[in-house]
């Protein structure tokens, strides 16, 4: 693998780690800390679960304004790669302390920002960067860091969980704060090959 593209594949390793970890927790850490039920039968469980929907539904929403308007922007002002890294920082660590439903709406508008730069910059960056005789072999190789990291948390998060911390699933965004920000150290290294 080019340099770029092995500094990259790090940056999208703990990227979609953390995204995975979200899509898998996210219900039981709102339901269980912001509505206060672990029951799935109880109304309070399946209110939080309707507003995990509408979480989600915020987080793709911004996503989509955000490649359009924020991420150009940002890019021309401080670089793909910074602007990747300062993505990188938005979100997930508020799963962890807050406790108002109305105020992981801003988590996720940190998280939609992120989302669309996810989708975005790396393959920006690596299309720049790669010989283009063999763009589509290396875009397809750059996909399994994709896959990995979710095959990874799929198989050890659970047990890490029981392991360490029984029945308290917010610390799985803990996990997803910490693998963003690596991603986004991380990121910084991606500067030196550019």
């Given amino acids: 693998m080019p340099p770029v593209m092995k500094r990259l594949a790090l940056v999208q390793f703990f990227s979609w780690s953390a995204l995975f970890i979200m899509w898998i927790n996210t219900t039981p850490v709102v339901t269980q800390y912001v509505f206060g039920s672990t029951d799935t039968a109880s109304a309070a469980y399946n209110e939080g679960a309707n507003w995990v929907n509408l979480l989600f539904t915020v987080y793709n929403g ?67 960067n790669l010989p283009q005789a063999k763009l589509g072999i290396y875009m397809g190789l750059f996909n399994i860091f994709i896959v990995v990291p979710q095959l990874l948390v799929a198989t050890a998060m659970g047990s890490l969980m029981k392991a360490f911390f029984p029945g308290e699933p917010v610390w799985t965004m803990l996990f997803a704060a910490a693998a963003w920000i690596v991603a986004a150290i991380a990121m910084l290294r991606v500067r030196a090959a550019v």
Wanted: with cysteine; hydrophobic share 70%.
């Fill in 62 to 128: 911004v996503a989509a304004v955000a490649a359009l308007a924020i991420l150009p922007w940002l890019s021309r002002a401080v670089g793909q790669v910074m602007t990747h890294s300062i993505c990188l920082t938005l979100g997930f660590l508020m799963f962890f302390v807050v406790r108002d439903a109305q105020a992981l709406l801003l988590a996720e508008i940190g998280i939609g920002i992120a989302w669309a730069s996810i989708l975005a910059m790396p393959y920006a960056i690596l299309a720049s």
